[in-house]
C-alpha cells in the first residue's frame, strides 16, 4: 500500500523560506505514470493546489504561486520536496502531498495523500 | 481559471436518506471532474474521478454524474461514517477544488 509522509518545520517566520519532504513508501517515485504534488489547506478552509513534478522534472505550478514555488526530486530517498518564498500570515495551512495522476485518458486526479502537517507563519 | 461552485455549502440529514451534493464549473470541463471525502483532522479521500468511475475500495453506495458543467455526487442510504466535508476537482486545466459541502447529522 502506498503511503505518503510529509515532514518540516511546523513554524516558519514571515518573509522566509517554507520547506518541506514527503517520503513515499511502498512505491517508488521513479515510475513514469505519476507527478507527485503539494495541496494545502488553510485552517477552516478549502484546498488549494500548489504545483505537482514529474521524477524527471518538467514540475508544473499554480500561478497564483508559480513566482514563489521551488519543487524538486530526491529518487535515490523516494522523496519530493516544496519550497514556498517570502512567506506571510495567509501561507499558514495544513500542507498534503499527494501522488498525482495525470493520464489525460484515464483522467488526472490526487489518489493517494500524506496526512498533512501544519504549518505557521508567525514571529 | 475554471472556477468551481459547489451546492449546497452545509446540507442536514438523517442516517439512512439519499443525499445530492452538485459542483458546476464555470465553463466545459467534459468529465474531467472528482470527488473527495474529507474527514475532521484527516487528509481528503478520492471517491470519485473521472465524473463517474468509483475509486477502488469505495462503497457503491457513492456515485457520481454529469458532464459539461453540471455535476453531482450522490449518496444512497446514509451511513454514520459518511458525514463529513465533500469537495468536487476539476482537473480540466490548473487543478482547482470547489469549496466544499458540509454534510452533518439532522
Known amino acids: 500500500q502506498l503511503q505518503l509522509q510529509e515532514s518540516g518545520p511546523g513554524l516558519v517566520k514571515p518573509s522566509e523560506t517554507l520547506s518541506l519532504t514527503c517520503t513515499v513508501s511502498?512505491?517508488?517515485?521513479?515510475?513514469?505514470?505519476?507527478?507527485w504534488g503539494w495541496i494545502r489547506q488553510p485552517p477552516g478552509k478549502g484546498l488549494e493546489w500548489i504545483g505537482s513534478?514529474?521524477?524527471?522534472?518538467?514540475?508544473y505550478y499554480n500561478p497564483s504561486l508559480k513566482s514563489r514555488i521551488t519543487m524538486s526530486v530526491d529518487t535515490s530517498k523516494n522523496q519530493f520536496s516544496l519550497k514556498l518564498s517570502s512567506v506571510t500570515a495567509a501561507d499558514t495551512a495544513v500542507y498534503y502531498c499527494?501522488?498525482?495522476?495525470?493520464?489525460?485518458?484515464?483522467?488526472?486526479?490526487?489518489?493517494?495523500w500524506g496526512q498533512g502537517t501544519l504549518v505557521t507563519v508567525s514571529s | 481559471d475554471i472556477q468551481m461552485t459547489q451546492s449546497p455549502s452545509s446540507l442536514s440529514a438523517s442516517v439512512g436518506d439519499r443525499v445530492t451534493i452538485t459542483c458546476r464549473a464555470s465553463?466545459?470541463?467534459?468529465?474531467?471532474l472528482n470527488w473527495y471525502q474529507q474527514k475532521p483532522g484527516k487528509a481528503p479521500k478520492l471517491l470519485i474521478y473521472?465524473?463517474?468511475s468509483l475509486q477502488g475500495g469505495v462503497p457503491s453506495r457513492f456515485s457520481g454524474s454529469g458532464s459539461g458543467t453540471d455535476f453531482t455526487l450522490t449518496i444512497t442510504s446514509l451511513q454514520p461514517e459518511d458525514f463529513a466535508t465533500y469537495y468536487c476537482q476539476q482537473s480540466y486545466s490548473t487543478p482547482f477544488f470547489g469549496q466544499g459541502t458540509k454534510l452533518e447529522i439532522k
Open positions: 465553463q466545459s470541463i467534459t468529465t474531467f
Open positions: 513534478m514529474h521524477n524527471s522534472g518538467s514540475p
Open positions: 473521472a465524473a463517474s
Open positions: 499527494a501522488r498525482h495522476i495525470i493520464s489525460t485518458v484515464t483522467k488526472p486526479r490526487f489518489d493517494y
Open positions: 511502498g512505491g517508488s517515485i521513479s515510475s513514469s505514470s505519476y507527478y
